[in-house]
């Protein structure tokens, strides 16, 4: 993969945090890249820092040492756990948040935020408010909002898991698919080790606190690369799920 | 809810009339206690049992309302009365909200007034009426500062707090699309607790109304507060008794305006942001 073009290059990352009653070290040391197109996960134990780091390539915080580059103009996209819309907007107004706040060329982004609303369904609830809304489908408004500012880097924070299973799963595919459509790098932390393995092209797995990459695996299937749902169908999904679940070594 | 089509059964036939009973049950209950009370009130004031000249009855402060209504007098008051306690919740709500905005804007300023606002919010405000009255005057202003004050603190004390709990996520949303603090308090803060600042706005209304009958009282001049310290040094309770009756059909109809306009805004969700 190396060849590829590098989209997110992450070097010698470490953050501690200051609080009342001491340090918090809770990223040591790390150093990964991200290529052009490619669906990485970062899985873990929870509590090991897998957000903060999202939130640090976000720009959200600063990293107390290390540093990251990103190519291109470096624009990102930020899909939260909770769809976050607005509901005192309608649904093409929550879309066009980005657009309003990062300014200039509204009509243009109008247009790619209409255009995508049409592509992925939701033209006919533009005018809805949020509430009216299945969870399905307010997640499917969240990336078109992300999508909207067109970003070159997507991060996914727990992005599927505030929904129930069943849901979970349908949403998955269609929030892949959709990534794919739009030719998408993205970063998604979770701690659901199916679904980092059932989307991704990588997964990163990371130690608890202080987290350090515990190791990374390049997840291939022999059938080729099908829909999330369809990959967990395959032989070596349950080969790279036994792996990584005795990478995270939960202790109850 | 998926609503079955065709025929309506029995059950339901037998469930919509119990239902319909139900409520006109209710309501007759309520107007009949009314109307029981009054009736109570005038016949026991009528057989002597109670003394009218103290206990008024409601005859005769219904007498009393149609005298005050015929020497336009009670249009007077009822302005004067309606316009302080306007200008006091008005005035309370949004006052409180810029102070609140200022808060949220400087932490600095929040932690440095915190032991203030508390120490301001367990004060009963009403022991600053005096005060007030000395330094503005013995008239409406001293009333409308007196009814500000009441609501003044507990405003900012509220709208802060829901300024401060307003979802991170979402603030985590804008901030990622590079919004600045004034970005997040325009986009988020506000318009997320509309309903906060509404709710506010309707507790502030009661808050007012004791504020300007207090303010009345201790001025004098003009108002139903006016009218019904007036009427009970003079002993004339059926004075007294139309003015309180007064002032509940008006207070009451001003929460309900204010509940009805509260409502249109939280339904169209859209006006804001």
Same mark, same amino acid.
């Given at each position: 993969?190396?060849?590829?073009? +590098?989209?997110?290059?992450?070097?010698?990352?470490?953050?501690?945090?200051?609080?009342?009653?001491?340090? +918090?070290?809770?990223?040591?040391?790390?150093?990964?890249?991200?290529?052009?197109?490619?669906?990485?996960?970062?899985?873990?134990?929870?509590?090991?820092?897998?957000?903060?780091? &999202?939130?640090? +390539?976000?720009?959200?915080?600063?990293?107390?040492?290390?540093?990251?580059?990103?190519?291109?103009?470096?624009?990102?996209?930020?899909?939260?756990?909770?769809?976050?819309?607005?509901?005192?907007?309608?649904?093409?107004?929550?879309?066009?948040?980005?657009?309003?706040?990062?300014?200039?060329?509204?009509?243009?982004?109008?247009?790619?935020?209409?255009?995508?609303?049409?592509?992925?369904?939701?033209?006919?609830?533009?005018?809805?408010?949020?509430?009216?809304?299945?969870?399905?489908?307010?997640?499917?408004?969240?990336?078109?909002?992300?999508?909207?500012?067109?970003?070159?880097?997507? &991060?996914?924070?727990?992005?599927?898991?505030?929904?129930?299973?069943?849901?979970?799963?349908?949403?998955?595919?269609?929030?892949?698919?959709? +990534?794919?459509?739009?030719?998408?790098?993205?970063?998604?932390?979770?701690?659901?080790?199916?679904?980092?393995?059932? &989307?991704?092209?990588?997964?990163?797995? &990371?130690?608890?606190?202080?987290?350090?990459?515990?190791?990374?695996?390049?997840?291939?299937?022999?059938?080729?690369?099908?829909?999330?749902?369809?990959?967990?169908?395959?032989?070596?999904?349950?080969?790279?799920?036994?792996?990584?679940?005795?990478?995270?070594?939960?202790?109850? | 809810?998926?609503?079955?089509?065709?025929?309506?059964?029995?059950?339901?036939?037998?469930?919509?009339?119990?239902?319909?009973?139900?409520?006109?049950?209710?309501?007759? $209950?309520?107007?009949?206690?009314?109307?029981?009370?009054?009736?109570?009130?005038?016949?026991?004031?009528?057989?002597?049992?109670?003394?009218?000249?103290? /206990?008024?009855?409601?005859?005769?402060?219904?007498?009393?309302?149609?005298?005050?209504?015929?020497?336009?007098?009670?249009?007077?008051?009822?302005?004067?009365? /309606?316009?302080?306690?306007?200008?006091?919740?008005?005035?309370?709500?949004?006052?409180?909200?810029?102070?609140? %905005?200022?808060?949220?804007?400087?932490?600095?300023?929040?932690?440095?007034?915190?032991?203030?606002?508390?120490?301001?919010? $367990?004060?009963?405000?009403?022991?600053?009426?005096?005060?007030?009255?000395?330094?503005?005057?013995?008239?409406?202003?001293?009333?409308?500062?007196?009814?500000?004050?009441?609501?003044?603190?507990?405003?900012?004390?509220?709208?802060?707090?829901?300024?401060?709990? /307003?979802?991170?996520?979402?603030?985590?949303?804008?901030?990622?699309?590079? $919004?600045?603090?004034?970005?997040?308090?325009?986009?988020?803060?506000?318009?997320?607790?509309?309903?906060?600042?509404?709710?506010?706005?309707?507790?502030?209304?009661?808050?007012?109304? %004791?504020?300007?009958?207090?303010?009345?009282?201790?001025?004098?001049?003009?108002?139903?507060?006016?009218?019904?310290?007036?009427?009970?040094?003079?002993?004339?309770?059926?004075?007294?008794?139309?003015?309180?009756?007064?002032?509940?059909?008006?207070?009451?109809?001003?929460?309900?305006?204010?509940?009805?306009?509260?409502?249109?805004?939280?339904?169209?969700?859209?006006?804001?942001?």
């Amino acid at each position: 993969m190396s060849e590829q073009n +590098i989209m997110v290059q992450v070097s010698n990352l470490a953050l501690t945090y200051q609080s009342a009653e001491g340090e +918090i070290e809770a990223i040591r040391d790390l150093s990964f890249s991200v290529a052009d197109g490619e669906f990485v996960s970062v899985i873990g134990p929870s509590g090991c820092g897998k957000s903060t780091l &999202l939130s640090i +390539i976000a720009g959200l915080l600063s990293p107390t040492a290390g540093e990251i580059r990103l190519a291109g103009d470096g624009s990102i996209g930020y899909m939260l756990q909770k769809d976050s819309l607005f509901p005192w907007r309608t649904i093409r107004r929550n879309v066009l948040l980005g657009a309003e706040i990062k300014g200039g060329g509204l009509r243009a982004a109008e247009e790619y935020a209409d255009s995508l609303l049409k592509t992925y369904g939701l033209w006919e609830f533009r005018d809805c408010f949020p509430g009216q809304l299945s969870g399905g489908m307010r997640q499917r408004a969240a990336l078109i909002r992300t999508l909207a500012v067109r970003p070159q880097l997507l &991060l996914l924070d727990e992005a599927f898991s505030a929904l129930d299973y069943q849901t979970r799963l349908a949403v998955a595919d269609d929030i892949y698919s959709i +990534i794919r459509r739009e030719g998408k790098t993205a970063m998604m932390v979770t701690h659901d080790i199916s679904e980092a393995v059932s &989307l991704s092209d990588r997964v990163i797995v &990371l130690t608890k606190r202080p987290a350090v990459i515990k190791s990374i695996y390049d997840i291939r299937f022999a059938a080729g690369r099908k829909s999330p749902l369809q990959c967990r169908e395959e032989p070596e999904f349950r080969e790279y799920f036994n792996q990584i679940w005795r990478d995270i070594d939960v202790h109850v | 809810m998926s609503m079955s089509e065709g025929p309506v059964s029995p059950e339901r036939t037998a469930w919509l009339r119990r239902r319909r009973r139900d409520r006109l049950l209710v309501r007759s $209950a309520k107007i009949g206690l009314l109307a029981g009370l009054l009736l109570l009130w005038e016949t026991a004031a009528r057989w002597g049992t109670i003394d009218p000249f103290i /206990t008024s009855s409601p005859s005769r402060f219904t007498g009393s309302i149609l005298n005050l209504i015929s020497r336009g007098e009670l249009w007077q008051h009822l302005s004067v009365t /309606t316009f302080e306690v306007v200008c006091g919740f008005l005035g309370g709500t949004v006052l409180g909200t810029l102070i609140a %905005v200022a808060l949220w804007c400087s932490p600095f300023l929040c932690r440095v007034l915190e032991p203030y606002l508390v120490v301001l919010n $367990a004060l009963p405000k009403i022991a600053l009426g005096p005060i007030f009255i000395v330094w503005l005057g013995a008239g409406p202003l001293a009333i409308i500062v007196i009814a500000l004050s009441i609501s003044l603190v507990v405003s900012i004390l509220e709208v802060l707090n829901g300024f401060l709990s /307003t979802d991170r996520d979402m603030i985590r949303l804008v901030e990622s699309f590079g $919004a600045g603090r004034l970005g997040v308090l325009c986009r988020v803060v506000l318009p997320a607790n509309l309903p906060t600042i509404l709710s506010s706005l309707k507790i502030n209304v009661g808050m007012s109304w %004791v504020g300007v009958i207090v303010g009345e009282f201790l001025i004098s001049r003009a108002g139903l507060g006016y009218l019904v310290v007036y009427g009970s040094q003079v002993f004339q309770l059926d004075l007294v008794m139309a003015s309180v009756v007064i002032l509940s059909v008006v207070a009451a109809c001003m929460y309900f305006c204010i509940q009805w306009i509260e409502q249109r805004l939280l339904r169209r969700r859209g006006v804001n942001g």
